[in-house]
DNA sequence: CTGAAAGCGCTTACAG
DNA sequence: CTGAAAGCGCTTACAG
């Protein structure tokens, strides 16, 4: 008799089953063949509820034989979420960001989580699209990695939808926010060089309207300042992040014959373009220039010379980013912070030559 | 008369809201303040049908007028898709892949598209994986960037759901390869170094099973033997792809005193550790030894000096890879290929010193 | 060309 | 502790 059941069962679950594609289990499925309702096996599923030892045991052992995995699309619709973060960077391709993506990539995964990742290209509008596109994709959060947006926007954003953004200080309801010390990376840098010996030392800053790099042009002045020497505007150059303004930024200066012994660039993919003005002038890093950088990309110890640079750990920066999204997701106040910035001295950066 | 009537609606629409979501505007709205049944606005939205002007009309001013943006998941719950395309990278933060991503996120957000990516990390068993998640996840197709599945997994994987694989040469059903002449790039890397007069050139070989660099090394050995030399493999070092093997490489054939004049990287990121290993040992490129890499990747000519490579256009092949995948779900057979390979000579590479 | 209706695979009040 | 039922927001045969 029982036997009749589960053959008239099984037949059934199969024609629902090749509807549409062969392989897919249902959780109406899992619930016949344990005997429970389908109610219970999304309780058992999401921990909603608790359920006797035995209905438990049928269910497991049902979703095992089946090879059962929930719809995430159905889960999103009934649910009301989607176990999707969606996160905003500047460029899928950055070596920076890059590092913290698969930061975050670890740990939405280890909880289940997927990461949508949609790039602002440096452009507050672009960003501002994208938030767009993840909201109509309902991710659950929003991770913005720095970007143009304003404060506002993003208090705006955090009433709907929880957030999380690097690269700054801010406070307001259902946002968190991560922020690198990069003043204290720009006065450690400039410290570094002033340390040994130098006195005309070139600026290279990012991106205008980051506040990363305005943080450290800050750090720059402060520890100018410090040391009493007067803050010259002619030495700071205009950036944007990328190699190939750090080389811009060199051409010009040995253009206009500035007079200088070492430079900051506020990250280290402008100091490789910087690297590549010197190079292309014949002068020669450290013995005529001193470069440092900021950020320490993995490629940064890989450079002829191997460059010095302020420790920025990204993939640690992604890490955080992800478990305090999951934890304002899940009602619970985030308090991780990132490491303190750490200077890293490499074969760019020695005593000036007189 | 009708003027009530769009006021009864309107504050049914506002509970109807409030619900779950104060901002959610759905389909059923925009039919309700369209005068049209929800079949028609799903129609309109899909291009499904031919739609009278005037309601069509009417619909797109009411999707307009109340923003509506369609809930991709209830879209996927009932239409069988969910207009997203699974990605399996090998690491979201390499250099190489990173360009590809881009190209692929541009051509499909174009389309409607969203990418989800997973990564491999190199490894075969994770990479299987990544293609469980990515069917729980349901996507609608799934591209593969290299990667060491099988021929046989991917076959199979494609019975169910289109795949679109690269740095491979495949042919079945319901999956398209793209595949860039490794071996022609392998070759030209050697014969540009053999051109300058080089004779002993050492190889870097990339990760093991790796189809590209498999490909690479059959070029390295065709140029030489085409040149009547001996292959040697003493001159033949393991690596990964990764800075640090191109770095053990250049070390242990130091260690050894092996005589060499030039090196031929299977990829930049091992050249680049190569550069540093020579730097280390006091030898300069290319005065003491020429050095190749392949890939081009955009730190390639930041390089000092900056690195010869073999280009190879990593946003085109994502791009490329993207077109194909819609291609393949609109039923249209993809014909796309890979650019050539070409040869980028910088100052890496010059003729030995004897 | 267009509607009414059923259904996609789940979750969650609502009742016991 | 557990079910039956309604509903999430769409799409798609099925009828006109």
């Not at 109406?28 to 999401?46: E, F, K, W």
């Not at 040391?227 to 750090?246: C, H, I, K, W």
Request: proline share 5%; glycine share 10%.
């Amino acid at each position: 008799m029982k036997n009749k059941i589960l053959m008239a069962d099984k037949s059934r679950l199969v024609k629902q089953a090749s509807a549409r594609n062969a392989q897919v289990v249902t959780l109406d499925m899992v619930a016949q063949l344990a005997g429970v309702s389908p109610s219970t096996v999304s309780r058992i599923l999401n921990g909603t509820a608790v359920v006797s030892g035995l209905k438990k045991t049928a269910v497991d052992d049902a979703i095992a034989k089946l090879g059962f995995v929930p719809n995430p699309m159905a889960r999103g619709l009934a649910g009301g979420r989607t176990l999707s973060i969606g996160v905003i960077t500047q460029a899928i391709d950055s070596p920076f960001y890059g590092v913290a993506l698969s930061g975050i990539e670890y740990e939405l995964d280890r909880a289940g989580y997927s990461a949508l990742y949609v790039s602002g290209h440096w452009d507050a509008k672009e960003e501002s699209k994208c938030i767009d596109v993840l909201r109509s994709r309902r991710v659950d959060g929003i991770i913005v990695l720095t970007g143009r947006l304003s404060d506002q926007t993003l208090k705006t954003c955090a009433k709907t939808i929880p957030v999380v953004v690097t690269g700054r200080s801010l406070k307001a309801p259902g946002l968190f926010s991560l922020n690198f010390d990069n003043f204290e990376g720009g006065r450690m840098a400039t410290q570094h060089l002033l340390d040994l010996g130098h006195r005309r030392i070139v600026f290279i800053a990012g991106a205008p309207d980051h506040p990363d790099a305005n943080e450290r042009l800050r750090g720059y002045r402060a520890a100018l300042e410090a040391a009493g020497l007067v803050y010259d505007p002619t030495l700071v150059l205009a950036g944007d992040f990328r190699e190939s303004s750090g080389l811009q930024a060199v051409t010009q200066l040995l253009g206009q014959k500035c007079s200088f012994t070492a430079i900051f660039a506020a990250n280290d993919q402008m100091a490789f373009g910087a690297a590549l003005g010197l190079h292309r002038s014949g002068l020669r890093v450290p013995r005529d220039v001193s470069l440092i950088g900021f950020d320490d990309l993995p490629m940064a110890m890989y450079a002829a010379p191997p460059l010095s640079s302020i420790h920025e750990s990204a993939y640690e920066l992604g890490c955080l980013a992800a478990t305090s999204m999951l934890q304002l997701l899940n009602g619970v106040k985030p308090l991780g912070q990132v490491p303190a910035p750490l200077l890293v001295v490499r074969e760019s950066s020695a005593p000036p030559l007189n």
